[in-house]
């Protein structure tokens, strides 16, 4: 009977670890962690569950509140807390829709608007995303994104030229609920010239760095923004940044 009994035990732990490895990585790491949907300076392709909300507190001033519309599109809206009287209403409303997927590899589009009241023009974009798992557990995750950005003014988008945001991030989990970041953003302008069509990146570009304490419910990072290529940073480490995000 104790021979029987170890083979079961044994049939079963192979069984279990089979399980895991076969398991949807990215699925994974959407259950482990609230914030899978973003970074600190790069957003993920992740979306959230349909019905999920988030509410997001950057350093205090900044928010962001997303909806699950479905298991693949989820709506967004970001703007400051208006703690000064008088602060004009505006933000960020954007959508971002998963437009493919498999265990370890996604990508998702996301078009945005930022508006501010009183204002004559706005400024839209299209952002396009994407993660891949490096291990079969979604403990490592790369992201990518590409951010378009033009200006509209008068119902017209002004089109000799436009913003290009080219950024990358690593996400690894080292415990169960601690998580690296490290990310870098490069800005850049394409436009057209008498010469022809030109592109020019920044020489300054920003890197972050820190860690993640991640659950199902409530996810926060402590990280250091820091410009690069710039000595203008406050302090050697850079600019202490601290995010949360609860999921209900």
Do not use: C
Request: charged residues 15%; aromatic residues 12%; glycine residues 10%.
């Amino acid at each position: 009977m104790k021979i029987i009994n170890s083979l079961f035990a044994l049939g079963l732990g192979f069984f279990s670890f089979q399980s895991e490895a076969l398991a949807d990585a990215l699925d994974n790491r959407k259950e482990a962690d609230a914030a899978a949907h973003r970074g600190v300076i790069v957003p993920s392709a992740e979306t959230l569950g349909k019905g999920d909300i988030t509410f997001t507190s950057f350093e205090l001033f900044f928010f962001n509140l997303s909806y699950g519309l479905s298991e693949n599109t989820q709506a967004s809206f970001s703007s400051v807390i208006p703690l000064i009287p008088g602060t004009p209403f505006g933000g960020v409303f954007s959508v971002k829709q998963k437009v493919m997927k498999t265990n370890r590899f996604q990508v998702s589009v996301m078009p945005h608007l930022t508006w501010a009241a009183g204002a004559e023009g706005a400024v839209i974009g299209l952002q396009v995303l994407a993660d891949y798992a490096l291990d079969p557990n979604g403990k490592y995750v790369i992201s990518l994104s590409d951010n378009n950005i033009f200006a509209l003014t008068g119902g017209d988008v002004i089109t000799d030229g436009f913003f290009v945001n080219a950024s990358v991030g690593l996400t690894a989990r080292l415990r169960k609920k601690l998580a690296l970041i490290v990310e870098a953003n490069v800005p850049a302008v394409a436009g057209n010239t008498e010469e022809g069509a030109q592109f020019s990146a920044s020489e300054l570009f920003t890197a972050n760095y820190g860690f993640r304490y991640l659950s199902k419910n409530l996810s926060g990072d402590f990280t250091f923004l820091r410009l690069l290529g710039d000595g203008g940073n406050l302090t050697p480490l850079g600019f202490p940044f601290v995010s949360f995000t609860a999921k209900f």
